[in-house]
């Protein structure tokens, strides 16, 4: 009785820019070279949210309130101070709609078409678009650290 319907779970999309266009969407949203990529997400209330960005806001924010109530700290802090992690979380954004990180798969559905569309077009700006859900069977876990020796 406590399966769960593909429906019940939420979903994700996400996608990684070029470097130069990574670097924009970073920095500059306005930038006119996006301006592809910003009517996608203006048409979904869409929002670009840097992996690498959300990873170090995290960090911060756990070293600010206390490491101890933040369980992703240690292995966030690794992935991030790692230098081939750092360059692959830099172009890596997550897409967050109407402010939310998650959301149904109808929306999720219709991004990701769209998306997948304009990097077809554009395939000099998108690299790559991917769907995710919340299943933590389809969800590689971080590791489990000993919190006596962290």
Request: aromatic share 10%.
């Amino acid at each position: 009785m406590n399966e769960r319907s593909n429906d019940d779970w939420q979903y994700q999309v996400r996608v990684r820019l070029s470097p130069p266009y990574a670097e924009l969407a970073r920095k500059d949203r306005s930038n006119p070279a996006l301006s592809s990529l910003n009517r996608v997400l203006e048409r979904h209330d869409a929002q670009l949210k840097c992996q690498f960005d959300a990873f170090a806001d995290y960090v911060a924010e756990a070293e600010r309130e206390g490491t101890e109530h933040y369980p992703l700290y240690r292995w966030t802090r690794e992935t991030i101070e790692n230098p081939e992690k750092k360059a692959k979380y830099l172009e890596a954004f997550a897409l967050y709609v109407n402010g939310d990180e998650v959301y149904d798969k109808a929306i999720a559905d219709a991004l990701e078409l769209d998306l997948q569309e304009l990097a077809a077009h554009a395939s000099d700006v998108i690299a790559e678009v991917r769907k995710f859900d919340t299943n933590p069977a389809h969800n590689p876990q971080p590791p489990s650290y000993d919190r006596s020796g962290a």
